[in-house]
């Protein structure tokens, strides 16, 4: 039998592998399942992209799953009171959690467990978040079939290094590339421009109720190969869900949102707004191009700033001195100094002005000025 040491050994090449190989992001994690899969026995499951600021879950590939079932595993995520929630794994400061744990040994106490897995033939389910450097970069849940051994603590562990190596990758994919993944100038792209906007309603039960030509492009641009019977991508069905959950807490009349790349590279802010306050009722999603403001916060987590510094660059991005950055945030002016040419190194720039174009501009090309 093969030890722990060579299995993890193995896993983590195999995984640093696929990070050299720069692969497009379905790509690279359709070829991440054929690595997990084996390594910690599951013969099902998803791997997710978020958002790394809200944690908006933005894309899905899946292996083994029933596409039927996608939109309760949505509702699930989202309404439900399951301790093994992505949200919740992360607020109890686990990175990997399972149905078996989470439940003490009896399964059925998990609502996920009972409408879900067992419904769909399955066992038990590890789930894990893709943090790192404060982002949640993805997440991802692999099932095993009914009947099987629940996940044991070896295979937990292994899971634990496996979160950190992939989400470290996925803060790699949200730095600006020169050019798109197939090659096109995100400038020609014909929908790239300060103005442009997508507008869909999206449906009670989760399918397309109305959309404009842009709107209808950008489904085509998320369009994912699994199947999806509502042919909604993950990242719209996830948001729409989460503005029906506003009409009913604190945050009601309130716009849920998220940033979305689109497969150019170009980053957009999707907002989400339900109509006439129905809980299950349609949803109205509008999408722009990302100003500096929306994807800033991102560009500070992918850089790989510390806290501190991403305090001291943001205040630096909106244009304070080193002086009034000290007096705000209570530090040294040389202090401020060390911290902004810490951030300098990491990202190869020499002055504020390259820092600033670092941080907002490859994001945000389809900015432009006003019409005349």
Not at 44 to 69: E, I, K, N
Not at 269 to 289: I, K, N, Y
Request: charged residues 20%; contains cysteine.
């Amino acid at each position: 039998m093969t030890s722990f040491r060579a299995r993890e050994r193995r896993m983590m090449g195999e995984i640093d592998d696929l990070a050299a190989a720069k692969l497009p992001l379905e790509q690279f994690f359709r070829q991440l399942l054929t690595v997990l899969g084996p390594t910690l026995g599951s013969e099902a499951g998803c791997l997710h992209g978020a958002d790394p600021v809200t944690g908006f879950l933005t894309s899905t590939v899946a292996d083994g799953l029933q596409p039927t079932a996608f939109e309760h595993a949505i509702w699930l995520e989202m309404w439900s009171d399951d301790t093994t929630r992505f949200a919740d794994i992360r607020a109890a400061g686990r990175v990997v959690e399972t149905v078996h744990r989470a439940t003490g040994g009896r399964p059925e106490r998990s609502v996920r467990y009972r409408e879900l897995l067992a419904e769909n033939g399955l066992g038990d389910e590890l789930r894990m978040n893709f943090d790192v450097g404060g982002g949640r970069w993805g997440a991802a849940a692999l099932m095993r079939e009914a009947g099987s051994a629940p996940f044991g603590a070896s295979e937990q562990r292994l899971a634990e290094r496996a979160a950190r190596a992939v989400a470290a990758t996925l803060r790699d994919y949200a730095l600006p590339t020169a050019g798109t993944p197939d090659g096109q100038d995100v400038r020609a792209d014909p929908l790239d421009g300060p103005y442009w906007l997508g507008v869909a309603v999206i449906g009670p039960t989760g399918q397309l109720a109305s959309a404009d030509s842009g709107a209808r492009q950008l489904f085509e641009e998320l369009a994912e190969s699994q199947y999806r019977p509502a042919g909604v991508p993950t990242a719209l069905v996830y948001l729409a869900e989460r503005a029906r959950t506003h009409a009913t807490s604190a945050n009601a009349g309130a716009h849920a949102w998220t940033r979305l790349r689109r497969p150019n590279g170009q980053w957009l802010t999707v907002r989400a707004s339900l109509l006439d306050q129905c809980p299950r009722g349609s949803v109205a999603l509008v999408a722009q191009p990302a100003s500096p403001v929306d994807v800033i916060p991102l560009s500070l987590l992918a850089h790989r700033f510390s806290p501190r510094e991403q305090e001291v660059v943001l205040q630096a991005v909106r244009g304070l001195s080193t002086r009034d950055i000290a007096h705000r945030l209570f530090l040294s002016p040389a202090t401020v100094q060390d911290h902004l040419k810490s951030a300098f190194t990491k990202t190869g720039v020499r002055s504020r002005r390259e820092l600033v174009a670092l941080l907002a501009a490859p994001y945000t090309a389809g900015l432009g000025r006003p019409p005349a």
